[in-house]
């Protein structure tokens, strides 16, 4: 035998049984509360993927599942189902890569799911700022952070003294999170990462799209910086462009602030910039 081949073989054995972000079809433990799933529904603004979330108590027979993805996958459904005890489905927020697959889950699991918008909610009431849920031998705390969106959540979970935030699309994994201007403004975005900081300083960073990261302060705090500083080149550029913000194109803007980054990334920079100018014109 190839001694080499050998090796390889007992490394690969080794990834599998410790698998590290991105996994795709595998649970992987992050804490001894949350496990992960991701869909393998890569994007642009999807990152890797939409990380479905399974919360549970060490030991406790039930589980709660935290967006359950987008629509057509399948198997990703197929496994979300598989987990013993499915006892609710929480949405963080409306966007069809973390809703489409609910009515695809409803059909095998019997589990209310709970949203802030009545139209993704089934089976059970809405879901209110600062709620507190008892599930799965956990404490989970409801948080209104819009910004990104107007109905996104955050969930504060607890645990034996251990806390991990899921954060949806307010804060993500990787890169930076997209403002939605349909219902989302700036304005809600920073106040939002205002009191993530506040409220979940030292819990583990557990977003919907990238890998998750040991403490939620450096990275919110991250966030604000760089949102301060785009408006800051926004207001540079609008400046060289001498108009002021009410009369801005963001196309226009969009081609100044974001000319080093990839052009398939500049219609959802427009979004933001879209937001950002609406930002500045409230003063």
């Known amino acids: 035998m190839d001694r080499s081949a050998d090796n390889d073989t007992t490394e690969n054995d080794s990834a599998r049984t410790t698998p590290t972000h991105p996994a ?11 496990s992960v799933l ?4 890569p994007g642009s603004m999807e990152l890797d993927g939409t990380n479905t979330w399974i919360l549970r108590a060490p030991g406790h027979p ?5 967006d359950p993805g987008p629509p057509n996958k399948k ?7 598989e987990q ?3 006892a609710l489905v929480l949405i963080t927020h409306r966007h069809f890569d973390h809703t489409g697959a609910i009515k695809r889950l409803r059909k095998r699991v019997d589990a209310p799911v709970r949203a802030r918008s ?5 089976g059970a009431s809405t879901l209110a700022d600062r709620e507190v849920i008892e ?16 109905d996104s959540l955050s969930f504060l979970v607890e645990c034996d003294g251990q806390r991990a935030l899921l954060s949806g699309d307010t804060i993500l994994g990787s890169g930076t999170t997209v403002i939605d201007p349909t219902d989302g403004t700036l304005r809600d975005y920073m106040n939002s990462l205002n009191r993530i900081i506040v409220e979940g300083e030292d819990a583990v960073l557990l977003p919907a799209h990238g890998p998750d990261h040991p403490q939620v302060g450096p990275v919110a705090r991250y966030y604000k910086a760089h949102r301060e500083e785009r408006i800051d080149q926004i207001v540079a550029a609008l400046d060289e462009l001498g108009v002021p913000a009410r009369k801005a194109k963001p196309m226009k803007v969009v081609r100044k602030v974001y000319a080093d980054v990839d052009k398939k990334l500049w219609p959802a920079a427009r979004m933001s910039v879209k937001a950002q100018l609406e930002y500045l014109r409230e003063g």
């Open 118 to 122: 009545a139209k993704f909610t089934h």
């Open 75 to 81: 198997g990703h459904v197929r496994r979300i189902a």
């Open 38 to 41: 991701l869909c393998n529904n």
């Open 84 to 86: 013993p005890g499915i």
């Open 24 to 34: 795709y079809g595998v649970v992987r433990e992050v804490t001894p509360f949350a």
């Open 135 to 150: 599930a799965a031998g956990l404490r989970i705390t409801v948080i209104h952070t819009p910004g990104h969106t107007g």
């Open 62 to 66: 039930e589980c709660v599942i935290v």
